[in-house]
């Protein structure tokens, strides 16, 4: 089972563009990985997926390296409402048996 | 509206009073699945279920139970709660995803368990 590693926080500016690692050294073929966000008092919500290369929606992009041993999540031009934890996630599909979520960065984002 | 819906939000009880979290889907998911939230911890997986009557466990089952009977509920039961169960607890349910990569997760609002 992949386990992933992140950093505990991190800190940005609004405006700025925010890049957020996740390592999963271990990843299996079929995994894909997919990011989170939540806020205090709330369940987490879905961000992104995706499984090789580049991926884009209208909030984020996730960029996964060949190796795939590694990901990044890029939010750009922050805003304070992007203050909350990010989890990255790797899991596969026709059984997600035990889906490993990492402990999450803190992302806090400044006036 | 699409909702995964726990209850209770918010619950304080004692050391071996049985108890139960209900968590329901309106989605009409195959997978379900409870987790637990602690600091520094992040979320740990507790039992999941691929479809009715089809469970397993998770990263941290011990002192749980679920069960699967419909298709829309996942129920989560701690027979005789322990101190070490006070948690924020969180059910989510899914699309089972099989055309690649598992399907997007929607979470509950939580249910806070204090275990006195």
């Known amino acids: 089972l992949a386990k992933t590693t992140q950093p505990i926080s991190m800190d940005s500016y609004e405006g700025q563009e925010v890049n957020i690692t996740c390592s999963h050294n271990?990843?299996?073929?079929?995994?894909?990985i997919t990011w989170y966000q939540q806020f205090p008092s709330q369940g987490p919500r879905f961000i992104i997926q995706?499984?090789?290369t580049k991926v884009t929606n209208e909030v984020a992009s996730l960029f996964i390296p060949a190796d795939r041993k590694s990901s990044t999540l890029s939010l750009p031009r922050v805003s304070l409402s992007d203050t909350a934890v990010y989890y990255c996630?790797?899991?596969?599909?026709?059984?997600?048996?035990?889906?490993?979520f990492g402990a999450g960065t803190r992302l806090a984002v400044h006036p | 509206e699409a909702q995964v819906t726990q209850n209770p939000r918010y619950l304080i009880t004692v050391t071996g009073k049985k108890l139960t979290v209900t968590c329901s889907q309106n989605?009409?998911?195959?997978?379900m699945s409870w987790y637990r939230q602690d600091p520094g911890l992040g979320l740990r997986q507790i039992y999941y279920?691929?479809?009715?009557?089809?469970?397993d466990k998770g990263d941290v089952p011990e002192g749980y139970k679920v069960s699967r009977k419909e298709k829309r509920n996942f129920p989560l039961i701690l027979e005789s709660p322990s101190p070490n169960q006070t948690s924020l607890y969180f059910c989510?349910?899914?699309?089972?995803?099989?055309?690649?990569?598992?399907?997007?997760?929607?979470f509950g609002e939580g249910s806070r368990l204090t275990v006195l």
């Open positions: 989510a349910s899914s699309f089972e995803g099989i055309t690649g990569g598992h399907g997007e997760l929607f």
């Open positions: 271990n990843i299996a073929t079929n995994d894909y």
């Open positions: 995706g499984y090789k």
């Open positions: 996630l790797v899991g596969f599909s026709g059984g997600y048996n035990k889906l490993i």
């Open positions: 989605m009409n998911h195959e997978y």
């Open positions: 279920s691929m479809n009715v009557e089809v469970t």
